[in-house]
Protein backbone atom coordinates (compact mmCIF):
# COMPACT_ATOMS: atom_id res chain seq x y z
CA UNK A 1 0.00 0.00 0.00
CA UNK A 2 1.07 3.50 -0.31
CA UNK A 3 3.45 5.13 2.10
CA UNK A 4 2.05 8.23 4.54
CA UNK A 5 2.56 11.44 2.85
CA UNK A 6 4.89 13.68 4.49
CA UNK A 7 3.77 15.92 7.25
CA UNK A 8 2.58 19.30 6.49
CA UNK A 9 5.33 21.61 6.66
CA UNK A 10 5.38 24.15 9.57
CA UNK A 11 4.59 27.24 7.26
CA UNK A 12 1.95 25.72 6.25
CA UNK A 13 0.64 26.03 10.10
CA UNK A 14 -0.72 29.59 11.74
CA UNK A 15 2.39 31.06 12.75
CA UNK A 16 0.94 32.88 16.32
CA UNK A 17 1.35 30.70 19.67
CA UNK A 18 1.94 27.19 20.29
CA UNK A 19 1.61 23.94 18.16
CA UNK A 20 1.24 20.69 19.40
CA UNK A 21 1.76 17.49 17.30
CA UNK A 22 1.44 13.83 18.63
CA UNK A 23 -0.83 12.34 15.70
CA UNK A 24 2.96 11.49 14.04
CA UNK A 25 5.96 12.93 15.66
CA UNK A 26 6.45 14.94 18.40
CA UNK A 27 6.97 18.18 17.88
CA UNK A 28 5.51 21.94 19.06
CA UNK A 29 6.26 25.21 17.44
CA UNK A 30 5.99 28.71 18.88
CA UNK A 31 5.10 31.46 16.82
CA UNK A 32 6.22 29.43 13.97
CA UNK A 33 9.46 28.25 14.83
CA UNK A 34 10.04 24.57 15.42
CA UNK A 35 11.21 23.67 19.28
CA UNK A 36 13.29 20.83 20.22
CA UNK A 37 11.19 18.74 22.93
CA UNK A 38 14.69 17.29 24.39
CA UNK A 39 15.46 13.59 24.41
CA UNK A 40 13.49 10.65 23.61
CA UNK A 41 12.20 10.31 27.22
CA UNK A 42 11.06 13.39 27.82
CA UNK A 43 9.37 13.66 24.75
CA UNK A 44 7.72 10.72 26.19
CA UNK A 45 6.85 12.96 29.45
CA UNK A 46 5.58 15.61 27.14
CA UNK A 47 3.57 13.48 24.59
CA UNK A 48 1.42 11.84 27.77
CA UNK A 49 0.72 15.24 28.80
CA UNK A 50 -0.76 16.26 25.41
CA UNK A 51 -2.85 13.04 25.18
CA UNK A 52 -4.35 13.85 28.79
CA UNK A 53 -4.33 17.72 27.90
CA UNK A 54 -6.49 20.12 30.16
CA UNK A 55 -6.40 17.18 32.89
CA UNK A 56 -3.52 16.32 35.77
CA UNK A 57 -1.85 13.16 34.90
CA UNK A 58 -0.99 11.26 37.92
CA UNK A 59 2.69 11.03 38.94
CA UNK A 60 2.00 7.38 39.35
CA UNK A 61 0.64 7.03 35.72
CA UNK A 62 3.86 9.11 34.68
CA UNK A 63 5.51 6.64 36.19
CA UNK A 64 3.75 3.85 34.76
CA UNK A 65 4.30 4.93 31.23
CA UNK A 66 7.44 6.17 31.12
CA UNK A 67 9.22 3.43 32.71
CA UNK A 68 6.54 0.12 32.28
CA UNK A 69 5.56 -0.09 35.99
CA UNK A 70 9.71 -1.33 37.13
CA UNK A 71 10.41 2.72 37.90
CA UNK A 72 14.16 3.66 39.36
CA UNK A 73 14.02 4.61 42.76
CA UNK A 74 15.20 8.27 41.04
CA UNK A 75 12.20 7.79 38.78
CA UNK A 76 10.38 11.34 40.65
CA UNK A 77 13.27 13.23 40.30
CA UNK A 78 13.71 12.62 37.17
CA UNK A 79 9.90 13.86 36.33
CA UNK A 80 10.62 16.37 38.11
CA UNK A 81 13.18 17.18 35.97
CA UNK A 82 11.71 16.59 32.67
CA UNK A 83 8.86 18.78 33.81
CA UNK A 84 11.17 21.78 34.90
CA UNK A 85 13.22 21.67 31.12
CA UNK A 86 9.72 21.56 29.15
CA UNK A 87 8.13 24.38 31.61
CA UNK A 88 11.62 26.43 30.87
CA UNK A 89 10.94 25.24 26.57
CA UNK A 90 7.15 26.48 26.76
CA UNK A 91 7.36 29.44 28.98
CA UNK A 92 10.80 30.99 28.64
CA UNK A 93 9.65 34.18 30.42
CA UNK A 94 8.63 32.99 33.54
CA UNK A 95 11.17 33.04 36.63
CA UNK A 96 12.90 29.60 37.58
CA UNK A 97 11.16 27.30 39.20
CA UNK A 98 7.69 29.19 38.87
CA UNK A 99 4.68 27.08 37.29
CA UNK A 100 3.30 29.44 34.57
CA UNK A 101 0.37 29.21 32.88
CA UNK A 102 1.06 26.14 30.70
CA UNK A 103 2.80 23.48 32.75
CA UNK A 104 0.60 24.63 36.32
CA UNK A 105 1.76 22.75 39.53
CA UNK A 106 -1.31 20.01 40.60
CA UNK A 107 -0.91 18.08 43.93
CA UNK A 108 0.12 14.21 43.03
CA UNK A 109 0.68 14.69 39.05
CA UNK A 110 1.10 17.28 36.20
CA UNK A 111 -0.99 19.04 34.04
CA UNK A 112 -0.53 20.86 30.27
CA UNK A 113 -2.90 23.57 29.69
CA UNK A 114 -3.95 24.02 25.54
CA UNK A 115 -6.58 25.26 23.49
CA UNK A 116 -8.15 22.45 21.75
CA UNK A 117 -7.03 24.47 18.50
CA UNK A 118 -3.17 24.34 19.43
CA UNK A 119 -3.04 20.24 19.44
CA UNK A 120 -4.05 17.82 16.62
CA UNK A 121 -5.37 15.74 18.94
CA UNK A 122 -7.94 18.16 20.22
CA UNK A 123 -8.69 19.38 16.67
CA UNK A 124 -8.92 15.48 15.69
CA UNK A 125 -11.43 14.86 18.25
CA UNK A 126 -13.37 17.72 17.74
CA UNK A 127 -14.00 17.06 14.29
CA UNK A 128 -14.76 13.24 15.19
CA UNK A 129 -17.37 14.37 17.64
CA UNK A 130 -19.00 16.82 14.96
CA UNK A 131 -18.78 13.97 12.39
CA UNK A 132 -20.65 12.11 14.95
CA UNK A 133 -23.56 13.92 15.38
CA UNK A 134 -23.47 14.68 11.75
CA UNK A 135 -24.37 10.65 11.03
CA UNK A 136 -26.39 10.45 13.64
CA UNK A 137 -28.95 13.42 12.26
CA UNK A 138 -28.66 11.33 8.99
CA UNK A 139 -26.14 13.86 7.32
CA UNK A 140 -23.87 11.30 6.07
CA UNK A 141 -22.57 13.78 3.61
CA UNK A 142 -20.89 16.44 6.08
CA UNK A 143 -20.64 12.91 8.48
CA UNK A 144 -18.04 11.97 5.80
CA UNK A 145 -16.40 15.32 5.37
CA UNK A 146 -15.50 16.05 9.10
CA UNK A 147 -14.03 12.94 9.60
CA UNK A 148 -11.96 12.98 6.17
CA UNK A 149 -11.46 16.58 8.04
CA UNK A 150 -10.46 14.90 11.33
CA UNK A 151 -8.11 12.57 9.73
CA UNK A 152 -5.78 14.88 8.19
CA UNK A 153 -4.74 15.48 11.60
CA UNK A 154 -2.76 11.71 11.31
CA UNK A 155 0.73 12.48 10.25
CA UNK A 156 2.11 8.79 10.81
CA UNK A 157 1.86 6.48 14.00
CA UNK A 158 1.00 8.16 17.18
CA UNK A 159 4.03 9.73 19.17
CA UNK A 160 7.06 8.70 16.88
CA UNK A 161 10.59 10.11 18.52
CA UNK A 162 9.47 8.62 21.97
CA UNK A 163 10.65 5.35 23.12
CA UNK A 164 9.00 2.47 22.14
CA UNK A 165 8.25 0.77 24.95
CA UNK A 166 6.43 4.07 25.91
CA UNK A 167 4.63 4.19 22.52
CA UNK A 168 3.49 0.10 23.09
CA UNK A 169 1.58 2.01 26.03
CA UNK A 170 -1.88 1.64 26.18
CA UNK A 171 -2.49 5.42 26.78
CA UNK A 172 -1.06 5.39 23.06
CA UNK A 173 -1.99 2.46 21.67
CA UNK A 174 -5.69 3.81 22.78
CA UNK A 175 -5.19 6.87 20.79
CA UNK A 176 -4.53 5.19 17.36
CA UNK A 177 -7.51 3.48 17.86
CA UNK A 178 -9.08 6.51 17.72
CA UNK A 179 -7.82 7.24 15.14
CA UNK A 180 -8.69 3.40 13.23
CA UNK A 181 -11.98 3.97 14.33
CA UNK A 182 -12.75 7.18 13.16
CA UNK A 183 -11.27 5.88 9.65
CA UNK A 184 -14.09 2.86 9.90
CA UNK A 185 -16.99 6.03 10.68
CA UNK A 186 -15.61 7.61 7.53
CA UNK A 187 -15.84 4.86 5.59
CA UNK A 188 -19.32 3.76 6.45
CA UNK A 189 -20.90 7.97 5.94
CA UNK A 190 -18.97 7.88 2.26
CA UNK A 191 -20.26 4.38 1.45
CA UNK A 192 -23.92 5.57 2.83
CA UNK A 193 -23.96 8.67 0.67
CA UNK A 194 -21.91 7.25 -2.47
CA UNK A 195 -18.52 9.18 -1.83
CA UNK A 196 -16.05 6.31 -1.33
CA UNK A 197 -13.44 8.72 -3.21
CA UNK A 198 -13.49 11.34 -0.31
CA UNK A 199 -12.11 9.04 2.01
CA UNK A 200 -10.12 6.66 0.03
CA UNK A 201 -6.84 8.48 0.54
CA UNK A 202 -7.69 8.56 4.02
CA UNK A 203 -8.57 4.85 4.60
CA UNK A 204 -5.89 3.63 2.21
CA UNK A 205 -3.53 5.04 5.01
CA UNK A 206 -5.24 4.06 8.44
CA UNK A 207 -5.48 0.39 6.60
CA UNK A 208 -1.53 0.84 6.13
CA UNK A 209 -1.08 1.01 9.92
CA UNK A 210 -3.13 -1.76 11.13
CA UNK A 211 -2.70 -4.49 8.53
CA UNK A 212 -4.93 -7.01 10.48
CA UNK A 213 -7.69 -4.84 11.69
CA UNK A 214 -10.26 -6.78 9.57
CA UNK A 215 -13.48 -4.21 9.78
CA UNK A 216 -10.94 -1.49 8.38
CA UNK A 217 -9.96 -3.57 5.46
CA UNK A 218 -13.36 -4.59 4.68
CA UNK A 219 -14.51 -1.36 4.69
CA UNK A 220 -10.92 -0.84 2.31
CA UNK A 221 -12.00 -3.38 0.47
CA UNK A 222 -16.35 -2.09 -0.61
CA UNK A 223 -14.80 1.52 -0.68
CA UNK A 224 -12.27 0.86 -3.65
CA UNK A 225 -15.08 -1.00 -4.95
CA UNK A 226 -17.75 1.69 -4.58
CA UNK A 227 -14.71 4.30 -6.28
CA UNK A 228 -14.90 1.96 -9.82
CA UNK A 229 -11.35 -0.10 -8.73
CA UNK A 230 -12.84 -3.73 -8.71
CA UNK A 231 -9.95 -5.52 -9.48
CA UNK A 232 -7.94 -3.31 -6.73
CA UNK A 233 -10.45 -4.51 -4.26
CA UNK A 234 -9.63 -7.94 -4.90
CA UNK A 235 -5.95 -7.38 -4.87
CA UNK A 236 -6.64 -5.73 -1.05
CA UNK A 237 -8.86 -8.71 -0.25
CA UNK A 238 -6.14 -11.67 -0.97
CA UNK A 239 -3.50 -9.45 0.81
CA UNK A 240 -5.09 -9.32 4.26
CA UNK A 241 -6.27 -12.78 3.74
CA UNK A 242 -3.00 -14.01 3.38
CA UNK A 243 -1.86 -11.86 5.96
CA UNK A 244 -4.04 -12.98 8.61
CA UNK A 245 -3.35 -16.65 7.50
CA UNK A 246 0.20 -16.13 7.77
CA UNK A 247 0.65 -14.30 10.97
CA UNK A 248 -2.15 -15.12 12.74
CA UNK A 249 -3.30 -18.28 11.50
CA UNK A 250 -6.63 -17.09 10.95
CA UNK A 251 -9.18 -17.43 8.14
CA UNK A 252 -11.07 -14.05 7.22
CA UNK A 253 -13.82 -13.06 9.47
CA UNK A 254 -17.52 -12.58 8.87
CA UNK A 255 -17.10 -9.06 7.68
CA UNK A 256 -14.52 -9.05 6.07
CA UNK A 257 -15.44 -12.50 3.78
CA UNK A 258 -18.63 -10.60 3.45
CA UNK A 259 -17.38 -7.67 1.76
CA UNK A 260 -15.19 -10.22 -0.48
CA UNK A 261 -18.20 -11.47 -1.58
CA UNK A 262 -20.29 -8.39 -2.41
CA UNK A 263 -16.92 -7.29 -4.12
CA UNK A 264 -17.33 -11.10 -6.74
CA UNK A 265 -21.34 -10.17 -7.32
CA UNK A 266 -20.16 -7.00 -8.03
CA UNK A 267 -23.24 -5.36 -5.33
CA UNK A 268 -21.01 -2.81 -5.07
CA UNK A 269 -20.71 -0.13 -7.49
CA UNK A 270 -20.86 4.01 -6.80
CA UNK A 271 -24.58 4.68 -6.75
CA UNK A 272 -25.09 0.86 -4.50
CA UNK A 273 -22.62 1.17 -2.01
CA UNK A 274 -24.87 3.09 0.50
CA UNK A 275 -25.59 -0.63 1.58
CA UNK A 276 -25.40 -1.20 5.14
CA UNK A 277 -22.13 -3.15 6.62
CA UNK A 278 -23.08 -6.41 8.06
CA UNK A 279 -23.25 -5.47 11.92
CA UNK A 280 -20.08 -6.18 13.45
CA UNK A 281 -22.24 -8.45 15.89
CA UNK A 282 -24.26 -10.56 13.78
CA UNK A 283 -23.00 -14.35 13.28
CA UNK A 284 -20.67 -15.28 10.73
CA UNK A 285 -23.29 -16.71 7.32
CA UNK A 286 -21.37 -19.99 7.35
CA UNK A 287 -21.30 -22.68 9.94
CA UNK A 288 -17.72 -23.02 9.87
CA UNK A 289 -14.48 -20.48 9.22
CA UNK A 290 -12.92 -21.71 5.64
CA UNK A 291 -9.17 -22.46 6.44
CA UNK A 292 -6.84 -19.84 5.72
CA UNK A 293 -4.48 -20.39 2.50
CA UNK A 294 -1.04 -20.24 4.98
CA UNK A 295 -2.95 -21.12 8.20
CA UNK A 296 -1.80 -24.47 10.15
CA UNK A 297 -4.07 -27.47 9.39
CA UNK A 298 -7.44 -27.26 10.58
CA UNK A 299 -8.58 -28.88 13.49
CA UNK A 300 -10.16 -32.24 13.10
CA UNK A 301 -13.48 -32.17 12.42
CA UNK A 302 -14.31 -34.60 15.73
CA UNK A 303 -13.19 -31.59 17.77
CA UNK A 304 -14.45 -28.47 15.60
CA UNK A 305 -17.67 -27.58 17.43
CA UNK A 306 -20.68 -26.45 15.68
CA UNK A 307 -21.86 -24.26 17.83
CA UNK A 308 -20.77 -20.62 18.73
CA UNK A 309 -21.30 -19.76 22.93
CA UNK A 310 -22.70 -16.61 23.81
CA UNK A 311 -22.47 -17.17 27.76
CA UNK A 312 -21.54 -13.36 28.57
CA UNK A 313 -24.07 -12.11 31.28
CA UNK A 314 -26.35 -9.14 30.62
CA UNK A 315 -24.81 -5.95 30.00
CA UNK A 316 -24.91 -3.77 33.17
CA UNK A 317 -28.21 -2.01 33.19
CA UNK A 318 -26.52 1.15 34.83
CA UNK A 319 -22.99 2.29 33.70
CA UNK A 320 -21.60 5.46 33.85
CA UNK A 321 -18.32 6.83 33.02
CA UNK A 322 -15.27 4.91 32.14
CA UNK A 323 -14.12 5.87 28.89
CA UNK A 324 -10.46 6.47 29.64
CA UNK A 325 -10.43 2.60 31.17
CA UNK A 326 -12.48 1.61 28.03
CA UNK A 327 -9.65 2.96 25.83
CA UNK A 328 -7.17 1.16 27.64
CA UNK A 329 -8.84 -1.97 27.47
CA UNK A 330 -8.95 -1.43 23.57
CA UNK A 331 -5.42 -0.62 23.17
CA UNK A 332 -4.38 -3.49 25.40
CA UNK A 333 -6.42 -6.27 24.25
CA UNK A 334 -3.31 -7.26 21.74
CA UNK A 335 -2.26 -8.84 24.51
CA UNK A 336 -3.90 -11.72 24.54
CA UNK A 337 -4.32 -11.41 28.07
CA UNK A 338 -5.86 -8.52 30.11
CA UNK A 339 -6.22 -8.34 33.76
CA UNK A 340 -8.69 -5.92 35.58
CA UNK A 341 -7.90 -5.07 39.27
CA UNK A 342 -9.00 -3.56 41.86
CA UNK A 343 -10.30 -2.81 45.00
CA UNK A 344 -13.60 -4.78 45.91
CA UNK A 345 -16.69 -3.07 44.68
CA UNK A 346 -14.76 -0.84 42.54
CA UNK A 347 -16.65 -1.88 39.61
CA UNK A 348 -13.72 -4.41 37.90
CA UNK A 349 -16.87 -7.02 36.79
CA UNK A 350 -19.19 -4.50 35.70
CA UNK A 351 -16.38 -2.23 32.99
CA UNK A 352 -15.36 -5.98 31.81
CA UNK A 353 -18.86 -7.02 30.97
CA UNK A 354 -19.74 -3.78 29.10
CA UNK A 355 -16.48 -4.24 27.20
CA UNK A 356 -17.07 -7.43 26.67
CA UNK A 357 -20.51 -6.32 24.99
CA UNK A 358 -19.63 -3.37 23.08
CA UNK A 359 -16.69 -5.54 21.55
CA UNK A 360 -18.64 -8.71 20.88
CA UNK A 361 -18.18 -7.96 17.03
CA UNK A 362 -14.45 -8.69 17.59
CA UNK A 363 -15.07 -12.44 18.66
CA UNK A 364 -17.47 -13.91 16.24
CA UNK A 365 -16.69 -17.49 17.41
CA UNK A 366 -17.98 -17.16 20.81
CA UNK A 367 -18.04 -15.86 24.44
CA UNK A 368 -17.58 -17.43 27.20
CA UNK A 369 -18.00 -16.64 31.30
CA UNK A 370 -16.78 -18.02 34.15
CA UNK A 371 -17.50 -16.58 37.45
CA UNK A 372 -14.49 -18.38 39.70
CA UNK A 373 -15.08 -17.07 43.22
CA UNK A 374 -11.76 -16.43 44.39
CA UNK A 375 -12.75 -13.90 46.89
CA UNK A 376 -16.17 -14.62 47.82
CA UNK A 377 -16.56 -15.82 51.40
CA UNK A 378 -19.69 -17.29 51.03
CA UNK A 379 -18.22 -20.53 48.42
CA UNK A 380 -14.77 -22.14 47.87
CA UNK A 381 -12.85 -20.87 44.39
CA UNK A 382 -13.74 -22.74 41.53
CA UNK A 383 -11.00 -25.45 40.29
CA UNK A 384 -9.77 -25.02 37.39
CA UNK A 385 -11.01 -28.74 36.32
CA UNK A 386 -14.47 -27.91 36.91
CA UNK A 387 -14.37 -24.33 35.09
CA UNK A 388 -12.51 -26.35 31.93
CA UNK A 389 -15.59 -29.12 31.41
CA UNK A 390 -18.32 -26.30 31.82
CA UNK A 391 -16.41 -24.28 28.96
CA UNK A 392 -15.79 -27.59 27.04
CA UNK A 393 -19.66 -28.39 27.25
CA UNK A 394 -20.48 -24.76 25.82
CA UNK A 395 -17.83 -24.81 23.05
CA UNK A 396 -20.09 -28.19 21.64
CA UNK A 397 -18.35 -31.01 23.29
CA UNK A 398 -20.11 -34.19 24.82
CA UNK A 399 -19.40 -34.19 28.38
CA UNK A 400 -19.15 -37.43 29.03
CA UNK A 401 -16.32 -38.22 26.44
CA UNK A 402 -14.57 -35.18 28.34
CA UNK A 403 -10.99 -36.15 29.39
CA UNK A 404 -10.23 -36.49 32.98
CA UNK A 405 -7.00 -34.46 34.74
CA UNK A 406 -6.04 -30.86 34.27
CA UNK A 407 -3.76 -31.43 31.84
CA UNK A 408 -5.76 -33.50 29.18
CA UNK A 409 -8.99 -30.80 29.78
CA UNK A 410 -7.04 -27.84 29.35
CA UNK A 411 -5.27 -29.68 25.72
CA UNK A 412 -8.63 -30.45 24.84
CA UNK A 413 -9.78 -26.51 25.68
CA UNK A 414 -6.54 -24.80 24.02
CA UNK A 415 -6.76 -26.90 20.72
CA UNK A 416 -10.72 -26.18 20.47
CA UNK A 417 -9.52 -22.64 20.38
CA UNK A 418 -6.48 -22.21 18.67
CA UNK A 419 -7.85 -21.46 14.83
CA UNK A 420 -10.86 -19.60 16.70
CA UNK A 421 -11.14 -16.15 17.92
CA UNK A 422 -12.92 -16.08 21.19
CA UNK A 423 -13.59 -13.79 24.49
CA UNK A 424 -13.12 -15.73 27.86
CA UNK A 425 -14.24 -13.38 30.72
CA UNK A 426 -12.65 -14.77 33.97
CA UNK A 427 -14.11 -13.00 36.72
CA UNK A 428 -12.55 -12.94 40.35
CA UNK A 429 -9.59 -14.82 40.03
CA UNK A 430 -8.36 -16.02 42.87
CA UNK A 431 -4.86 -16.57 41.59
CA UNK A 432 -2.31 -17.86 38.72
CA UNK A 433 -2.36 -21.14 39.75
CA UNK A 434 -6.56 -21.18 38.93
CA UNK A 435 -5.93 -19.05 35.79
CA UNK A 436 -3.40 -20.66 33.92
CA UNK A 437 -4.72 -23.40 32.45
CA UNK A 438 -8.03 -21.22 31.67
CA UNK A 439 -6.01 -19.11 29.27
CA UNK A 440 -6.77 -19.86 25.78
CA UNK A 441 -3.58 -20.01 23.88
CA UNK A 442 -4.62 -19.19 19.79
CA UNK A 443 -4.08 -16.10 18.75
CA UNK A 444 -7.43 -14.45 17.97
CA UNK A 445 -8.45 -15.10 21.64
CA UNK A 446 -8.90 -12.39 24.42
CA UNK A 447 -9.00 -13.78 28.14
CA UNK A 448 -10.16 -10.78 30.36
CA UNK A 449 -9.18 -11.51 33.87
CA UNK A 450 -11.22 -9.36 36.64
CA UNK A 451 -9.44 -10.11 40.45
CA UNK A 452 -8.28 -8.52 43.27
CA UNK A 453 -4.91 -10.29 43.98
CA UNK A 454 -1.48 -9.41 42.35
CA UNK A 455 -0.93 -11.67 39.44
CA UNK A 456 2.33 -10.95 39.29
CA UNK A 457 3.11 -14.44 36.82
CA UNK A 458 0.55 -13.45 34.37
CA UNK A 459 2.20 -9.95 34.06
CA UNK A 460 5.50 -11.41 33.37
CA UNK A 461 4.60 -13.59 30.83
CA UNK A 462 3.09 -10.81 28.94
CA UNK A 463 -0.26 -10.05 30.32
CA UNK A 464 -1.32 -6.15 30.36
CA UNK A 465 -3.07 -4.74 33.96
CA UNK A 466 -5.49 -2.20 34.06
CA UNK A 467 -5.82 -0.90 37.81
CA UNK A 468 -9.21 0.28 38.15
CA UNK A 469 -9.22 2.91 40.52
CA UNK A 470 -12.85 4.31 42.24
CA UNK A 471 -14.67 7.16 39.73
CA UNK A 472 -14.09 10.44 39.80
CA UNK A 473 -16.69 12.75 42.54
CA UNK A 474 -18.64 13.19 38.74
CA UNK A 475 -19.17 9.99 37.41
CA UNK A 476 -20.00 8.93 40.93
CA UNK A 477 -22.70 11.99 41.40
CA UNK A 478 -23.32 10.48 37.37
CA UNK A 479 -23.88 7.05 38.90
CA UNK A 480 -26.25 8.03 41.68
CA UNK A 481 -28.23 10.14 39.65
CA UNK A 482 -28.73 7.29 36.94
CA UNK A 483 -29.96 4.85 39.49
CA UNK A 484 -32.00 7.10 41.63
CA UNK A 485 -33.38 9.98 39.21
CA UNK A 486 -31.75 13.09 37.88
CA UNK A 487 -34.38 15.37 39.22
CA UNK A 488 -33.82 14.15 42.60
CA UNK A 489 -30.09 14.75 42.69
CA UNK A 490 -30.52 17.92 41.23
CA UNK A 491 -32.91 19.02 43.61
CA UNK A 492 -30.71 17.72 46.80
CA UNK A 493 -26.86 18.24 45.46
CA UNK A 494 -25.69 18.97 48.81
CA UNK A 495 -27.19 15.49 49.88
CA UNK A 496 -26.18 13.99 46.83
CA UNK A 497 -22.35 15.61 47.52
CA UNK A 498 -22.36 13.94 51.23
CA UNK A 499 -23.67 10.64 49.89
CA UNK A 500 -20.77 10.33 47.45
CA UNK A 501 -18.31 11.38 49.84
CA UNK A 502 -19.35 9.21 52.45
CA UNK A 503 -19.93 6.22 49.87
CA UNK A 504 -15.80 6.84 49.02
CA UNK A 505 -17.08 6.73 45.55
CA UNK A 506 -17.75 3.54 45.59
CA UNK A 507 -19.84 2.07 43.05
CA UNK A 508 -21.05 -0.84 45.25
CA UNK A 509 -21.44 1.42 47.89
CA UNK A 510 -23.35 4.17 45.90
CA UNK A 511 -25.68 1.32 44.96
CA UNK A 512 -26.65 -0.04 48.11
CA UNK A 513 -27.42 3.60 48.92
CA UNK A 514 -29.28 4.07 45.82
CA UNK A 515 -31.64 0.58 46.11
CA UNK A 516 -32.47 1.98 49.54
CA UNK A 517 -33.66 5.26 47.67
CA UNK A 518 -35.29 3.52 44.72
CA UNK A 519 -37.88 1.70 47.08
CA UNK A 520 -38.78 5.16 49.18
CA UNK A 521 -39.45 7.34 46.11
CA UNK A 522 -40.89 9.98 47.98
CA UNK A 523 -37.41 10.15 50.90
CA UNK A 524 -35.31 12.91 50.22
CA UNK A 525 -31.48 11.99 49.70
CA UNK A 526 -30.72 14.13 52.84
CA UNK A 527 -32.65 10.73 55.29
CA UNK A 528 -29.86 8.81 53.44
CA UNK A 529 -27.15 11.31 54.05
CA UNK A 530 -28.08 11.41 57.48
CA UNK A 531 -27.97 7.52 57.87
CA UNK A 532 -24.49 7.47 56.61
CA UNK A 533 -23.54 10.62 59.08
CA UNK A 534 -25.17 8.85 62.00
CA UNK A 535 -23.15 5.66 61.16
CA UNK A 536 -20.27 7.52 60.54
CA UNK A 537 -17.16 4.78 61.57
CA UNK A 538 -18.98 1.75 61.20
CA UNK A 539 -20.11 0.30 57.67
CA UNK A 540 -23.44 -1.00 59.71
CA UNK A 541 -25.32 1.21 57.06
CA UNK A 542 -23.24 -0.66 53.76
CA UNK A 543 -23.68 -4.38 54.59
CA UNK A 544 -22.44 -5.95 51.34
CA UNK A 545 -19.29 -3.48 51.21
CA UNK A 546 -18.22 -5.18 54.44
CA UNK A 547 -19.09 -8.48 52.85
CA UNK A 548 -16.59 -7.31 49.56
CA UNK A 549 -14.13 -6.33 52.09
CA UNK A 550 -13.95 -9.31 53.70
CA UNK A 551 -13.56 -11.74 50.69
CA UNK A 552 -10.38 -9.69 51.02
CA UNK A 553 -8.87 -10.01 54.05
CA UNK A 554 -9.87 -13.15 54.49
CA UNK A 555 -6.97 -14.23 51.97
CA UNK A 556 -4.17 -11.88 53.66
CA UNK A 557 -1.83 -13.82 55.73
CA UNK A 558 -1.57 -12.77 59.59
CA UNK A 559 1.45 -10.69 59.41
CA UNK A 560 -0.12 -8.52 56.66
CA UNK A 561 -3.89 -9.08 58.10
CA UNK A 562 -2.34 -7.64 61.33
CA UNK A 563 -0.60 -4.27 60.12
CA UNK A 564 -3.83 -4.00 58.02
CA UNK A 565 -5.71 -3.48 61.10
CA UNK A 566 -3.26 -0.88 62.71
CA UNK A 567 -3.23 1.10 59.53
CA UNK A 568 -6.39 3.58 60.48
CA UNK A 569 -3.97 5.13 63.27
CA UNK A 570 -1.47 6.47 61.19
CA UNK A 571 -3.75 8.93 60.05
CA UNK A 572 -4.94 10.69 56.73
CA UNK A 573 -1.56 12.56 56.03
CA UNK A 574 -0.03 9.19 54.00
CA UNK A 575 1.33 6.09 55.42
CA UNK A 576 4.74 5.01 54.64
CA UNK A 577 7.23 2.38 55.76
CA UNK A 578 8.89 4.03 58.42
CA UNK A 579 5.49 4.99 59.78
CA UNK A 580 3.93 1.65 59.77
CA UNK A 581 7.58 0.21 61.08
CA UNK A 582 7.33 2.12 64.53
CA UNK A 583 3.73 1.47 64.27
CA UNK A 584 4.10 -2.56 64.22
CA UNK A 585 7.34 -2.75 65.70
CA UNK A 586 8.77 -4.05 62.39
CA UNK A 587 12.15 -3.72 61.18
CA UNK A 588 11.57 -0.97 57.97
CA UNK A 589 12.16 -3.35 55.18
CA UNK A 590 9.68 -5.88 56.12
CA UNK A 591 7.06 -3.03 56.69
CA UNK A 592 7.45 -1.82 52.85
CA UNK A 593 7.54 -5.51 52.09
CA UNK A 594 4.36 -5.94 53.82
CA UNK A 595 2.54 -2.52 52.71
CA UNK A 596 3.42 -3.45 49.18
CA UNK A 597 1.64 -6.71 49.21
CA UNK A 598 -1.79 -4.96 50.61
CA UNK A 599 -1.53 -2.71 47.90
CA UNK A 600 -1.08 -5.75 45.61
CA UNK A 601 -4.42 -6.51 47.30
CA UNK A 602 -5.98 -3.46 46.71
CA UNK A 603 -6.63 -3.11 50.54
CA UNK A 604 -4.39 0.06 50.13
CA UNK A 605 -3.90 3.05 47.83
CA UNK A 606 0.11 3.88 46.74
CA UNK A 607 -0.30 7.19 46.00
CA UNK A 608 3.14 7.97 45.03
CA UNK A 609 6.35 5.52 45.37
CA UNK A 610 6.59 4.44 48.29
CA UNK A 611 3.67 6.25 50.54
CA UNK A 612 0.34 4.89 51.13
CA UNK A 613 -3.09 5.79 51.77
CA UNK A 614 -6.12 3.92 53.11
CA UNK A 615 -9.44 4.82 50.95
CA UNK A 616 -12.41 5.99 53.17
CA UNK A 617 -14.51 2.55 53.55
CA UNK A 618 -11.16 0.69 53.91
CA UNK A 619 -10.14 2.91 56.68
CA UNK A 620 -13.34 2.32 58.21
CA UNK A 621 -13.08 -1.31 58.19
CA UNK A 622 -9.51 -1.83 59.35
CA UNK A 623 -11.01 0.19 62.24
CA UNK A 624 -14.05 -2.50 62.65
CA UNK A 625 -11.47 -5.42 62.56
CA UNK A 626 -9.03 -4.19 64.79
CA UNK A 627 -12.00 -4.15 67.07
CA UNK A 628 -13.25 -7.37 66.53
CA UNK A 629 -9.85 -8.96 66.54
CA UNK A 630 -7.07 -6.85 67.82
CA UNK A 631 -4.57 -4.57 66.29
CA UNK A 632 -2.09 -3.93 69.15
CA UNK A 633 1.58 -5.16 68.75
CA UNK A 634 1.92 -8.42 69.05
CA UNK A 635 -2.08 -9.51 68.57
Excluded at 259 to 274: D, F, T
Excluded at 385 to 410: I, K, N, V, Y
Excluded at 568 to 595: E, F, H, M, N, Q
Aim: glycine residues 8%.
Amino acid sequence: MPSDPPPAPPAARPRQGMRFELLGPVRLWRDGHELDPGFPQQRALLALLLVHAGRPVPTAEILDVLWAQRPPASAPNVVRRYVAALRRLLEPGSPPRTPGPRLPRRTGGHLLEADPDEVDLLRFRERTREGKRAAATGRAGTAARQFVLALGEWRGPVAMGVPASVRDHAQFAAVQRELLETARLAADAALLCGRAEQVLPVLRRAAAHDPLDEPLHARLVLTLAASGLQAEALRAYDDVRLRLGRELGLAPGPELAAAHARVLRQQVGRRSAHTPLPTPTAPPPPATRPPATAAPPPVPPALTPAVRPAWLPSDPAVFVGREAESRRLDGAAGAGVVVVAGAPGVGKSALALRWAHRTAGRFPDGRLFVALHGSDPSRPAVRPADALRAMLAALGEDEPRLPDGLDALTGRYRTLLARRRVLVVLDDAAGTAQLRPLLPAGPGCLALVTGRQALPGLLASGARQLRLAPPSAEDALALLAARVGAGRVAAEPGAADEIVARCGRSPLALTLVAERLAGRPDAPLASEAAVLRDTHGTLDALDAVREAFLGSYRLLPPEQARLFRLLPRLGDDGITASGASALAGLPVRRARLLLGALADAHLLTEAAPGRYTLPVLLRVFAAERAAAEGGLPGT
